[in-house]
């Protein structure tokens, strides 16, 4: 297996549910966003954080490498080696 390495940051309160500011790992080349949830989420709080019915909840936003990426592309969206994934709350305020 030829792995990439993956940097996963936590913004907000995503840091507090993951336990972590950010994790480095590796994943198999050609992994896609969603087989990178598989691996850092290790439980059912972290889990219910992120997903709802296996689908990326409206209030969490993901970026890779500054880009947003739609809910919909978690299945489809390949990383790269050295890509930094950013997890984090939709900002509101008013």
Aim: overall charge positive; glycine content about 10%.
């Amino acid at each position: 297996m030829t792995g990439v390495k993956i940097k996963v940051k936590f913004f907000a309160y995503f840091r507090e549910v993951f336990g972590a500011r950010e994790k480095e790992l590796v994943v198999e080349k050609g992994a896609t966003l969603a087989e990178l949830f598989k691996k850092i989420i290790e439980t059912p709080q972290q889990e219910k954080e992120l997903l709802a019915g296996g689908q990326l909840k409206l209030q969490v936003v993901i970026m890779i490498n500054g880009s947003v990426v739609p809910a919909e592309a978690l299945e489809s969206r390949r990383l790269e080696d050295h890509s930094v994934v950013a997890i984090f709350p939709m900002m509101g305020g008013g």
